[in-house]
């Protein structure tokens, strides 16, 4: 992993602990169950970790899915504000692509959601409304997740909870790559060296080598007007993940006619915490309110 990454990866992860142990979110307002595990495949087991609001009878719920290049990270990088806003989150851990290549990682993420819709009377959040949520690659799973119910190929038979839909009624993502044909074209020198080799392991070459899985792996090819409505947030300096690849969902989503908003955030690079800032926080929560509401 190259060093800026994993610079990144650590310092995002320290301010979400920080940001999770500080009073305002301390244990005394959250609930949170650890390890809870969803599925088995390929020996592993794959847990997740729920936060509950106190004191919020039967919270809505957004699905997190950590960043890391789909090759690291965990699910203790879970941002602490959304269930500081009376929104339960699970965190889920995946198989990496170094344990497993695509679509092995939005396989057991289904996984996930089913397993949390059948899990809702015993730990109490409701399904009636489901949002997912992530970062960069995390952002990205989370799109691709959003915009594939019943898509087969994508579906996956991992976990035991198969007759539970998947299906989700808003997506949050936070900088990630939507259009795996473009996004080599449109990166930065520093981009290529970072992402080539993350797509190498993830889909097993360059996208024009395997366009087939590089479109099935991209969630612009999967929009239609089905989909639940869409925020995504980016900055205009990301060296590694292009502006150009939330615009191009933005774009797909608007000839769709579906809801979508697009906000920019001035200044900021490939995460950190501009993007938790009051304004931007204040727009994503206002947004999964609204669209989780009953």
Same mark, same amino acid.
């Given at each position: 992993?190259?060093?800026?990454? !994993?610079?990144?990866?650590? =310092? +995002?992860? =320290? ?10 979110a301390h244990a005394q ?9 969803? =599925?088995?495949?390929?020996? !592993?087991?794959?847990?997740? #970790? ?10 809505? +719920?957004? /699905?997190?899915?950590?960043?890391? %290049?789909?090759? &690291? ?10 269930? !500081?806003?009376?929104? %339960?989150? =699970?965190?889920?851990? *995946? ?27 015993? @730990?109490? @959040? ?25 898509? %087969? ?14 299906? /989700?009624? %808003?997506?949050?993502?936070? @900088?990630?790559?939507? &259009? *795996? ?18 797509? &190498?392991? +993830? ?6 080598a395997v366009s ?14 089905? #989909? ?31 809801? /979508?908003? *697009? ?11 501009? *993007? ?11 947004? +999964?309110?609204?669209?989780? !509401?009953?």
């Open positions: 992993m190259k060093p800026v990454i !994993k610079s990144h990866l650590l =310092a +995002l992860a =320290a301010l979400f602990a920080c940001l999770l142990l500080a009073p305002a307002g959250v609930r949170v169950l650890k390890d809870i595990p969803y =599925a088995a495949v390929d020996g !592993k087991t794959l847990g997740l #970790d729920l936060y509950m609001p106190e004191g919020v009878p039967s919270p809505p +719920l957004v /699905v997190w899915v950590h960043g890391g %290049a789909w090759t &690291n990270g965990s699910k203790d990088s879970v941002p602490p504000f959304f269930v !500081k806003a009376g929104i %339960a989150t =699970a965190s889920i851990d *995946f198989r990496q692509s170094t344990e497993a290549k695509f679509p092995a990682q939005v396989h057991d993420i289904k996984a996930a959601i089913r397993f949390l819709r059948a899990s809702a009377s015993q @730990y109490g @959040y409701t399904t009636g409304r489901i949002a997912i949520s992530g970062s960069s690659s995390g952002g990205h799973l989370a799109a691709l997740v959003g915009v594939t119910n019943g898509v %087969a190929a994508l579906e996956g038979k991992v976990g035991g909870h198969l007759g539970e839909s998947s299906d /989700v009624q %808003a997506i949050l993502d936070y @900088y990630g790559p939507t &259009n *795996f044909m473009t996004i080599l074209a449109q990166s930065t020198p520093h981009g290529l060296s970072v992402r080539v080799p993350a797509l &190498n392991r +993830l889909i097993g070459g360059r996208p024009e087939e899985l590089a479109k099935l792996a991209s969630p612009v090819s999967h929009v239609d007007p089905a #989909d639940p409505p869409l925020f995504m947030l980016h900055g205009d300096q990301d060296p590694q993940v292009p502006i150009n690849q939330s615009i191009e969902l933005q774009g797909v989503y608007e000839r769709a006619g579906l809801p /979508v908003t *697009f906000y920019v955030v001035h200044g900021a690079e490939h995460g950190g915490p501009e *993007f938790f800032e009051p304004e931007p926080l204040k727009q994503a929560i206002a947004f +999964l309110q609204k669209t989780l !509401k009953p």
